[in-house]
């Protein structure tokens, strides 16, 4: 009768009552026996319920708490539904109800605006229970993607990345030929993307997705540049076949600039951390030349303006280029920082001061930080400042302590050093409100493995607190262990996973402002940040927690004799965590990229440069004693820190001591081989010991490398060229002469324009 009812009202149209009618008949039926009763009636009135509820929403700018409840129910719901009407597929076999859902659940979360960590963690439970209702489908790991890169578990996004490429290069041979043939029968609108085949809009744009995960996330330049050459000879794979785009849709603008920008963005790191010069001409051209397609594609698209802007700064120090782009940036979103933080680094390099300390300020008022900033005031030792403004995010406090650290130095610049020891009581207190919740929190609550098995086990239908209910009950063993080893664990699964060794220290995201240039490292290896405490952050953090459990949740087993064969790597030279079938549970010994690790790992950078700032500020003002109390406590914070190493060496060897110093810039070149200023500082002492053919030689390694752009190591260069040129006779010591006076005038044009 309640079926009946709902049905009539939607026959006459009755909108104010269709939902709440079609609701009371599924809510009463939620408590039936058996469960299944009637399942696939209820799952098609469900489906409609929520259709409807979907309309209402479309005109609404912020939902309701309970609208966003009951959205988020009635997917539970037909999660349920769809399990006790579907069976795990054949190979052949696509559930076209479960792919809606699919889609649906991913719509749905987004238009409620259900964004925080416990509902984007019931979405991706949702999403790994689809994984046991569908067959190697490409949708859901799409899906799944986007919500774990929201959740913060990078690791566990490059590896669905990695499956859903594998899955998509097999759908698109047949897709290939289905418009082949479609093109030479002149079937124009043909529907070669029928069932679970996902579309070149689709594959596209997931690309471009994954692309800024691996540059921007995971600092993976290498398996970046190949995922958008993938992307960019998909596109022109398709136009060659269809050319009149009679089966197949014509690319948009908006995603062509897209795969432009991080073609553009990983061609600049790789120019910034090579160490042939050649090498980075060739990769600085490349990086221009696709950012400025990039802007062409899409004039609005502030990435692809703020990196064109730091590849003109950092490639071709081209500070009036820079200036240009940068400001367009500014332009396109003022709440951003980084592009305000370059304006202001490339004012200081035309010895600007003054207008360098307007942007920043203007920047900083931009900042939902800057009301918590401004009323850090007299604050003693021992107390906490009581403010009454509200904070900000992590991420976008992480950008304004950086801006704030510039300010501060800018400021030191035009007034005196005294200024900026003055500020330093303000910036420390700035450093315990933004990085207070991350030093502070116990465990890595971005690592999605680790959420799913700790939430509560509490049925979101039986309770009225939406948050309280992260998890309905613990995977179905069997199903998931049927599904996830049959579609995701073979030698796609492992593959992906084996890229990473035990060995490696864990990626950190790009943050290029930060320092002169980024460091180098070898191509296989992730990325070192310009962070100078980077390298200490990541090892720290590798210790802490050194062990990943295996990805996705359903491949664990509780007992030894239920491990499934599929579910271990085949054999492999860079085999990781491999357990025996009759021994323990099979782990992965990897790093763990989630949001929380590089958080932390930005907190422990960000006291060791606060650390180095004010013993800079003392080394300014002679007072050198200080200044090795502020170094000592940087070390405390970074033990590993090439910059706090190198500072402490040149120290000790304006003290005199020679051989410590000696010690500390070995060890700052042991942790970072292409530390500029420990190389520089190493040469002066192999200089001053008598070992001018040393020095040289280290000096000519410094300016090819990572030093091209640095004054000092010029013109250390030339001196130590005129000094063997007096030794010569001529015609070789005019010659010589010659080029020590090339190199002293490079070093005076860069020192005209170092930020």
């Known amino acids: 009768a309640l079926y009946r009812r709902a049905t009539t009202s939607l026959t006459l149209n009755d909108k104010a009552t269709n939902i709440r009618k079609l609701g009371s008949y599924i809510s009463t039926m939620d408590s039936v026996t058996p469960p299944a009763f009637r399942a696939f009636r209820r799952l ?16 609404e700018a912020a939902p309701s708490a309970e609208m966003k409840r009951t959205v988020m129910l009635g997917h539970r719901r037909q999660l349920r539904l769809l399990k006790a009407t579907y069976a795990f597929p054949r190979a052949d076999e696509v559930h076209e109800e479960v792919l809606f859902e699919v889609d649906s659940v991913a719509r749905d979360w987004g238009l409620v605006q259900a964004f925080a960590r416990a509902d984007c963690l019931q979405l991706l439970e949702i999403l790994y229970e689809f994984v046991c209702l569908t067959f190697n489908s490409p949708r859901v790991l799409r899906h799944l ?30 897709v290939k030929k289905a418009v082949d043939a479609a093109v030479r029968e002149g079937t124009e609108g043909a529907n070669v993307f029928a069932g679970d085949i996902e579309s070149i809009s689709h594959v596209l744009r997931t690309a471009a997705v994954g692309a800024r995960l691996l540059l921007v996330h995971l600092e993976n330049v290498h398996e970046c540049l190949a995922l958008v050459h993938f992307a960019d000879n998909l596109i022109s794979d398709i136009e060659k076949r269809d050319p009149e785009c009679l089966v197949i849709p014509a690319v948009s603008q908006a995603v062509r600039a897209q795969i432009a ?23 600085h051209s490349a990086a221009l ?3 400025r397609e990039a802007t062409m594609l899409s004039p609005r698209l502030y990435d692809a303006h703020y990196y064109l802007a730091l590849e003109h700064a950092l490639g071709a120090l081209d500070i009036s280029a820079a200036t240009t782009a940068a400001k367009q940036a500014a332009a396109l979103d003022s709440q951003r920082l980084e592009a305000w933080h370059l304006l202001a680094l490339l004012s200081t390099a035309r010895k600007d001061y003054d207008k360098a300390l307007q942007i920043c300020e203007v920047a900083m008022r931009q900042s939902d930080w800057w009301d918590v900033y401004n009323e850090i005031k007299d604050i003693a030792d ?26 501060t130095a800018i400021e030191g610049r035009r007034r005196g050093f005294d200024a900026s020891i003055e500020a330093q009581p303000r910036l420390f207190a700035l450093y315990g409100f933004v990085y207070g919740p991350v030093v502070a929190a116990t465990d890595d609550s971005d ?10 086990s509490i049925d979101m239908l039986a309770t009225d607190e939406l948050h309280a209910a992260t998890r309905r009950g613990p995977p179905s063993q069997a199903s998931g262990r049927r599904s996830l080893a049959r579609s995701l664990a073979r030698s796609v699964f492992s593959r992906h996973a084996r890229h990473v060794s ?24 992730p990325i070192v940040a310009v962070d100078t405490a980077s390298t200490a952050s990541s090892s720290h953090a590798m210790q802490e927690h050194p062990k990943r459990q295996r990805s996705m949740p359903h491949l664990r087993s509780s007992t030894q004799d239920e491990l499934p064969s599929e579910a271990y790597f085949g054999g492999s ?14 782990a992965y010994y990897t790093p763990v990229a989630t949001r929380q690790r590089y958080q932390r790992a930005q907190a422990k950078h960000a006291l060791c440069s606060l650390w180095l700032s004010t013993a800079a500020a003392f080394v300014a003002l002679q007072r050198l004693d200080e200044a090795t109390h502020a170094v000592t406590e940087a070390l405390a914070v970074s033990p590993q820190s090439p910059a706090a190493l190198t500072l402490r060496g040149q120290l000790e060897l304006a003290r005199g001591q020679q051989q410590a110093a000696l010690s500390d810039f070995h060890e700052a070149i042991a942790l970072e081989a292409n530390n500029v200023r420990a190389s520089v500082a190493l040469a002066q002492i192999e200089h001053k010991l008598g070992h001018r053919d040393e020095a040289l030689a280290l000096l000519k390694t410094v300016s090819r490398a990572q030093g091209w752009s640095d004054p000092e190591a010029w013109l250390w260069l030339g001196r130590l060229e005129r000094e063997l040129a007096l030794e010569h006779a001529e015609p070789a010591r005019a010659q010589m002469l010659r080029r020590a006076l090339e190199f002293i005038a490079y070093a005076l044009d860069l020192e005209c324009s170092q930020p």
């Open 44 to 59: 098609r009135a469900n489906r409609l319920h929520m259709q409807l509820i979907r309309q209402n929403l479309d005109g």
């Open 289 to 291: 030349q696709h950012l």
């Open 382 to 407: 021992s107390q906490r400042p009581q403010i009454t403004a509200r904070m900000g995010s992590v991420e976008t406090g992480i950008d304004f302590f950086k801006l704030a650290m510039t300010h």
């Open 502 to 525: 035990h060995d490696e220290r864990p990626p950190l995201p790009f943050t290029p402002l930060h320092g002169n240039l980024p460091l180098d490292a070898a191509p296989a290896a």
């Open 261 to 283: 920008l991080w073609k553009g963005a990983a061609h600049s790191h790789l120019a910034q951390k090579s160490r042939d010069p050649g090498n980075r001409a060739d990769h």
């Open 447 to 456: 690592d999605v493995s680790t959420a799913l098995e700790t939430s509560s």
């Open 573 to 586: 030279d860079r085999l990781v965590g491999r357990a025996s079938i009759h021994g323990t549970s099979s």
């Open 145 to 174: 993607i986007h919500a774990l890169i929201r959740f913060g578990d990078y690791h566990e996004a490059a590896l669905a990345l990695g499956t859903y490429r594998e899955l998509v290069e097999r759908q698109l041979e047949g």
